[in-house]
Structures are given as structure tokens and as C-alpha cells.
């Protein structure tokens, strides 16, 4: 029942993170690892619970998505897939031992992505006159590490955007839904067909996702955005500590 319990809370927080700002991954990870999933399929299945969260957002922007041209949206999808695809099967390879050793650099690293993602894309957009826009090559590292480790994907993509040389932040958002749900998508699929997933988890947190991403629009005028963003950092930095100990 306390498991359960976790499961619930993690996935509702997940969701109502994840439509406020971001950083849901912070909590189903190691949630999942907590009640005794192991790290490999412990990612597989937060993938899986954040999943419905990705199918909204996409639907939610389509109006921006029918501004890009067909043909560039097709490749730039193709291209996702790809990297997605490529992320997903090296997380199949990776053992327990492997990937516990990677997961506190990664959510150390997706906590700083989040915490300065402003910056970054400043950076980015100051950058990208030397960038191919809509480029596959940085879309395709990027998808990569999506489908091996999905924290801070958002995040990384807008910043990649900005470095095309993007500036409506309405299509960069619509962008970054619809590739992240078709990276989601892959990743999902590839997971389920290893038998990698652990479906009561995930069928349980997937609802409290849900749920939680419903109640995220409410809180997000009531919560200061400073707030917030230091509430996230701070469930980053601490998961990434209690990870790093883990290994000594």
C-alpha cells in the first residue's frame, strides 16, 4: 500500500510538473527505483507514465504544428524517430549496474538544463547564425538521448530550435510537443515489445499523470513561477545526490 501510495504521488506530481514547467522525470524515476523496479526498467516505465502527457500537449498545439511546411515536419519526424529509436535500444543493452552508474550524471544534468534553460537559449538563439536551420544532425543527438533518458528533453529542444534560428516561442512549443510525443511514441513501443515495462506501475502512475497534468493549469496561477522552478531544482539536485551515494 505505501508503494502504492508513492506510485500515486509521484505520477500526479509528475503530471502537474510536466504541464506547468517540466521536470516530471525527477519524480517517477526515482520513485520507481524507490519501490523496487529496477534503474533499466524503472526508466522504461517512467517514459510509459509520462507518456499521455506528450499525446495532449501534441493535440493541444496542433494549429501551430499546421504552420510548418508538410514535407520539412515529415523529415524532422523521420529524423526524430531515428534518434529515438537508436536512444531505446542502447537502454536495452545497458544493464542495471551500467545505467545506475549514468542516471545521477543525467538527472544532475537535465536539473541544470532546467534550472538555466533560459540562458541556454539565449545562447542558442545568439549562435545560430552559425547552425543549419531545421538540421538533422543536432535533432538526431538530441532524439538520441530522448529515447535513452527523457529528463529535460524539452528544454534541449528548445534550445536546439533556437539555434535553427527559431523565435515564435507558440510553433516552438507546438514543435517540441509533437516531436517529443513521436520520440515518446518509439520509445513506448520499443519498450513494451522488450517486455521492459512494468505495467501495473506504469498503468497506475499513467492515471495519476493525467490526473496531476489536469491540475497543473490551476496551480500554475497560484504558484509563483520562482517558486516553482526552485521547488523542481531542488527535487533535482537532492534525487541526483541520493543517486550519486547510491554508488558507494
Not at 26 to 45: C, D, E, H, K, M
Amino acid at each position: 500500500m505505501f508503494d502504492l501510495i508513492v506510485l500515486i504521488l509521484a505520477g500526479f506530481g509528475a503530471g502537474a510538473l510536466n504541464t506547468i514547467a517540466g521536470g516530471g522525470t525527477f519524480l517517477t524515476l526515482p520513485a520507481l527505483i524507490f519501490t523496487g523496479v529496477p534503474p533499466v526498467a524503472a526508466n522504461a516505465t517512467s517514459a510509459v507514465a509520462v507518456f499521455p502527457g506528450y499525446a495532449s500537449g501534441a493535440l493541444g498545439f496542433l494549429p501551430e504544428m499546421r504552420a510548418f511546411d508538410r514535407a520539412l515536419l515529415i523529415r524532422l519526424t523521420l529524423v526524430t524517430l531515428a534518434g529515438a529509436l537508436l536512444g531505446s535500444l542502447l537502454l536495452l543493452v545497458s544493464s542495471d549496474a551500467a545505467f545506475s552508474v549514468v542516471v545521477p550524471v543525467l538527472l544532475l544534468g537535465a536539473t541544470l538544463v532546467f534550472l538555466f534553460g533560459g540562458p541556454i537559449r539565449a545562447w542558442a538563439a545568439a549562435k545560430s547564425r552559425s547552425v543549419t536551420p531545421y538540421g538533422s544532425a543536432g535533432l538526431f543527438a538530441v532524439s538520441v538521448y530522448g529515447g535513452y533518458f527523457n529528463g529535460g528533453l524539452g528544454i534541449v529542444l528548445l534550445a536546439l530550435f533556437s539555434l535553427w534560428g527559431m523565435s515564435n516561442l507558440h510553433q516552438m512549443n507546438g514543435l517540441k510537443n509533437g516531436l517529443s510525443f513521436a520520440l515518446s511514441g518509439i520509445s513506448v513501443a520499443t519498450f513494451a515489445v522488450a517486455g521492459l515495462v512494468e505495467w501495473h506501475q506504469a498503468i497506475v502512475m499513467m492515471i495519476a499523470s493525467t490526473a496531476g497534468g489536469y491540475a497543473g493549469a490551476p496551480l500554475a496561477r497560484i504558484i509563483p513561477m520562482p517558486v516553482l522552478r526552485g521547488l523542481i531544482a531542488a527535487i533535482g539536485f537532492g534525487m541526483s545526490a541520493v543517486f550519486f551515494a547510491r554508488l558507494f
